[in-house]
C-alpha cells in the first residue's frame, strides 16, 4: 500500500517553512515528524478537494529520504 504525506503549498510559500497535514486532517504543522501519514484514496481525495488546488501528495519513501 503507498502511502503520502500532504503538504500545504499556500502556507509553505507564504512563511518560508513548509506546512504539512496533521492526521486525519486536523490542521497543519511544519514538524516533520508530526506529519500525518494517508493512504493513497485519503491523499487524492485531500488533493482533489483543496478548493485553492495548493495542496500536494508525496510518497513516505521520498518524504523520508528528505529528512535525511
Known amino acids: 500500500m ?3 504525506v500532504l503538504i ?3 502556507r509553505s510559500v507564504k512563511t518560508g517553512v513548509t506546512h504539512y497535514w496533521r492526521a ?4 497543519y ?3 516533520p ?3 500525518g ?5 485519503e491523499a487524492v481525495k485531500a488533493v482533489e478537494s483543496d478548493i485553492d ?3 500536494v501528495k508525496i ?10
Open 53 to 55: 488546488g495548493t495542496t
Open 37 to 41: 501519514i494517508y493512504t493513497e484514496e
Open 24 to 27: 486525519h486532517r486536523k490542521g
Open 29 to 31: 504543522t511544519t514538524d
Open 8 to 10: 500545504d503549498l499556500e
Open 59 to 68: 510518497e513516505i519513501e521520498k518524504f523520508a529520504r528528505l529528512l535525511v
Open 2 to 4: 503507498d502511502l503520502f
Open 33 to 35: 515528524k508530526e506529519a
